[in-house]
């Protein structure tokens, strides 16, 4: 059996953050990562079924899932953030499979203990591979640890490192009689993978786990016993180098389990509210003061450095206390994901910040010390480093910049607090473009939704995009593609009459009543999404083309007092991270002050034609030079209108897209949109 990634759609190259000024209300936290896949591992090693609740859902855990079912666990979806996972008992129903594990270190780890130590007692064959930067995420100290034992364990590729060949034959034993030796200096999760997998091989014997070296990352090996624990696995441990597994431990269903929200996900959060939280705290829900997560100790160093952060046993309230920030100097050993967040903290504090012994920081995703090192200096912040330490001295002068993401979630979700730059006297406030924003789907799939939804941003600096152009021109199809290339909002103004239309019809209200229709449009509730009009989440786009709508349509857009509340929705269509409307007049009167204006071209023949054959292939008869009269009797009407008559704004770019197919006008206009930006050339 194998298991492969699935196919996905192109990733949006970058995401451009407007400047942000504030943060206020609630989010909530997906489910922690390390507790998931950890959780979803032991479901699958244990007897009977196990309904997990909360579970994140990722890239990372979705690979721990198709794992799991390539080796013959039922897995059954409860809802859009559970499972019931059955689990195999300590026993093999395959005896071969190719797992591919993404850049999933909690997945690949675990499971090549677990499938080493199965395949050795049961028989077996079983490739593990992924991604190109896991296939440079060194493995060796596990597979040292487990060779010893009697593990067959081949590194096909480069010795040491994924992808990792295992087998073994049926009837096999493990060499037990020493105890097992792990290094625990480059990264805990070679302990955790032993101590997940070998009680698998405790049933008549204690095992003992000795570990070399200092252990780092001691927090996440907290959660694994916590986990174990909760399966029937009671470890003894002598401080941090020697734990014994039981004789006769045996993995047991818990029943239920619920995933907490990942702390090192609340961290962002947390530094966001205290560097912006002015009015009221921003509350953190789903992590709290009763967390088994390590990471949720990134509380005290926030404290450290200013932040006011109350906590219940499921919430956080975070408000910005000093400001500037107070730079710190931090053994981060016990929080190395979220010790990252300290670092852009450091962008925001009153003097040099220094982080160390995190050397486990540059065998991540990423070499992450590098990476933040060369990131943070392109804002202009003075950065230092070393083997295992990091400092920070906040920029005197901000820079506008676009940040690379090392396919490194992290990475992209610290670099988004660096739009708060405003706040720390960024003279002027400065956009940040995140590349490959999507590479958050690892642990935080909505993470710019999220921040974006409690984030606040001056209206007149959040960017927009107006296409324009006379009916037929393909702004529509034009502008929906933009907005998606670039993550912003998408505003259809022309439809928003004939949705006023729809709903009026809907209320069964007086299209005679000015003052009803104009309340009635100020509060639509319509949506643009992927080229469909949603009102109240519903798909209307086929409805507004009905011919009773289009007339309503016509006698309401001659209300002012209806013009007037439409143009005000429109108006607030203007939400960071940014904009594109298309309509006959959002260049020159909506929004005048748009960054880029692009006004569209084609002829009355050209916008004939393809509109003939749209009607064709949709089998509705259609005559082409009636067509092309139509079209250019209403240019003539628009074009001559006393209000908002249609032509291009004075400094709007033409693009006459009469040969051009949609995807190349879209390139066009983003080679046009880079050359206004800030950053188009760092």
């Not at 490192?161 to 200096?185: I, K, N, Q």
């Not at 530094?271 to 009015?279: K, R, Y």
Request: aromatic content about 4%.
């Amino acid at each position: 059996m194998e298991s492969h990634r699935a196919e996905t759609a192109p990733r949006q190259p970058f995401l451009d953050l407007p400047p942000l000024n504030g943060v206020a209300g609630t989010v909530r936290l997906p489910g922690s990562k390390s507790i998931s896949n950890r959780v979803l591992l032991l479901a699958g090693l244990c007897a009977g079924t196990t309904a997990v609740h909360d579970l994140l859902d990722s890239d990372d855990t979705r690979v721990m899932l198709d794992a799991l079912a390539a080796l013959g666990c039922d897995i059954e979806r409860l809802g859009p953030s559970s499972v019931r996972v059955q689990g195999l008992d300590g026993r093999l129903r395959v005896q071969e499979a190719r797992l591919f594990l993404g850049n999933a270190g909690t997945a690949m780890r675990p499971l090549a203990a677990a499938l080493a130590v199965l395949a050795t007692l049961q028989g077996g064959r079983f490739e593990l591979a992924g991604v190109a930067r896991m296939h440079e995420r060194p493995i060796g100290d596990l597979v040292d640890a487990l060779r010893p034992l009697g593990c067959n364990i081949a590194c096909p590729g480069n010795e040491g490192y994924p992808p990792l060949r295992l087998s073994g034959s049926a009837g096999g034993a493990l060499a037990l009689d020493a105890p097992v030796r792990v290094r625990g200096d480059v990264s805990s999760q070679f302990l955790t993978a032993l101590l997940m997998a070998l009680p698998l091989a405790a049933a008549e014997r204690a095992v003992v786990i000795e570990v070399e070296g200092e252990l780092i990352s001691r927090p996440y090996v907290e959660i694994t016993l916590n986990l174990l624990a909760r399966f029937g696995i009671d470890v003894r441990r002598e401080g941090w180098q020697r734990f014994t597994i039981p004789a006769g431990s045996a993995y047991r269903s818990p029943g239920a389990i619920h995933v907490e929200g990942d702390a090192s996900s609340a961290s962002y959060f947390i530094a966001a509210g205290a560097i912006a939280a002015t009015a009221a705290p921003l509350r953190i829900e789903g992590v709290g003061a009763d967390s088994i997560q390590g990471d949720i100790h990134f509380i005290e160093a926030a404290r450290a450095m200013g932040a006011e952060v109350l906590t219940g046993p499921n919430w956080l309230e975070v408000q910005r206390g000093a400001w500037p920030l107070r730079a710190i100097d931090l053994d981060a050993n016990h929080i190395p994901d979220a010790a990252m967040t300290l670092a852009v903290m450091g962008l925001y504090a009153d003097g040099r910040t220094r982080l160390h012994n995190i050397a486990s920081w540059r065998v991540k995703e990423t070499d992450r010390i590098s990476a933040m090192a060369t990131e943070l200096r392109k804002f202009g912040a003075m950065v230092d480093e070393g083997e295992d330490w990091l400092s920070i001295e906040p920029p005197s002068h901000w820079h506008a910049a676009a940040i690379h993401t090392y396919d490194d979630h992290r990475m992209a979700m610290c670099a988004s607090l660096a739009a708060f730059n405003g706040l720390a006297g960024a003279t002027p406030p400065v956009p940040v473009r995140v590349l490959d924003p999507g590479c958050v789907a690892k642990t935080f799939p909505t993470y710019f939704d999220a921040l974006l939804g409690v984030a606040t941003a001056s209206q007149q600096q959040v960017p927009v995009i107006t296409v324009d152009g006379p009916t037929a021109s393909g702004k529509g199809t034009l502008s929906s593609e933009l907005a998606a290339a670039l993550g912003y909002h998408h505003l259809d103004s022309g439809a928003l009459y004939r949705a006023t239309a729809l709903a009026v019809l809907e209320a069964g209200a007086d299209a005679g009543n000015e003052a009803a229709v104009a309340a009635l449009a100020a509060r639509l509730p319509i949506r643009f999404e992927l080229q469909r009009v949603l009102l109240e989440g519903i798909d209307v786009s086929d409805r507004l083309r009905e011919e009773r709508v289009g007339l309503l349509a016509s006698q309401i857009s001659a209300l002012p007092a209806v013009r007037a509340a439409l143009v005000e929705l429109q108006l607030g269509f203007r939400r960071a991270p940014g904009l594109v409307a298309d309509g006959r007049d959002m260049g020159t009167v909506i929004f005048p002050g748009a960054a880029l204006k692009v006004f569209l071209t084609a002829s009355a023949a050209q916008r004939a034609e393809r509109r003939h054959k749209q009607l064709i292939s949709k089998g509705i008869s259609a005559n082409l030079d009636s067509l092309r009269a139509d079209l250019e009797a209403r240019d003539a009407r628009d074009m001559q209108r006393s209000a908002a008559p249609l032509r291009p704004a004075q400094d709007a770019r033409l693009l006459d897209n009469s040969a051009l197919s949609i995807e190349a006008s879209v390139e066009q206009v983003l080679a046009w949109w880079e050359d206004v930006q800030p950053f188009a050339t760092r």
